[in-house]
Structures are given as structure tokens and as C-alpha cells.
């Protein structure tokens, strides 16, 4: 199987243009389940999950992304997945930090060059 066909975590969207993306960071929501991500929706969304389609994401279209400019949010499980990848492709990713005392610990966001 090839790095960029590995699935990463699921991301959650409205429309093609709206997906679910955190409140300070504008970043796409990359979650480690499903149902961690249908958890998340319901505390973010009064519509909650009803509306919202979800889909798996793989590592290649996280990359495209992250070449066009996007940044994404990624909690504990998922990150897990990514980063060693992320560093095999030679991505500048640091190590992530869930469990840093600012209290901002459950998602950390990949941008390049930012």
C-alpha cells in the first residue's frame, strides 16, 4: 500500500466548500474515528451530525491540501497516523503535545508555511 493511499482519519462537510473546521484556527477537523468526529459536530453545530456527510481522508489528499494551503486540525489519533508519514515525505511537522498545560490540547494544526 502506498504512503499517499493510507487512511488518516475522517473529516466531516456540509457542502464541498463547508466543512467542519475548528472555531480558532479555521483549520479542517481531521479526526482519529467517526464517532469522535460525530461527537465533535453535535458540540460545535446545532444542526449536529444530521446534515453533515463523513468521509475517510487519506494521506495524499491531506498532502494536496497542505500544498494548496489548508490547514488541517488533527487530535491525538489521527496525528499518530500522519506524522510519521508527513516525515517520510519530508514535511517540516514537529512532534505534537496533547498534553501541554495552555489547556488548547486536543487538536494541533498543520499548516505549511506558516
Known amino acids: 500500500m502506498s504512503r499517499n493511499s493510507k487512511v488518516i482519519g475522517y473529516f466531516g462537510y456540509s457542502s464541498p466548500t463547508n466543512v467542519i473546521c475548528t472555531g480558532e484556527s479555521h483549520a479542517c477537523v481531521i479526526a482519529g474515528s467517526e464517532e469522535y468526529l460525530r461527537d465533535y459536530i453535535n458540540e460545535i453545530t446545532p444542526v449536529g451530525h444530521s446534515k453533515v456527510s463523513i468521509k475517510k481522508t487519506r ?35 514537529k512532534e505534537a503535545d496533547f498534553n501541554n498545560k495552555d489547556g488548547n490540547n486536543r487538536f494541533f494544526t498543520v499548516q505549511l508555511g506558516s
Open 59 to 93: 494521506f495524499g489528499e491531506i498532502l494536496k491540501g497542505l500544498y494548496l494551503g489548508a490547514a488541517y486540525a488533527f487530535d491525538v489519533e489521527s496525528y499518530t497516523r500522519f506524522y510519521p508519514l508527513a516525515r517520510q515525505e519530508g514535511l517540516p511537522v
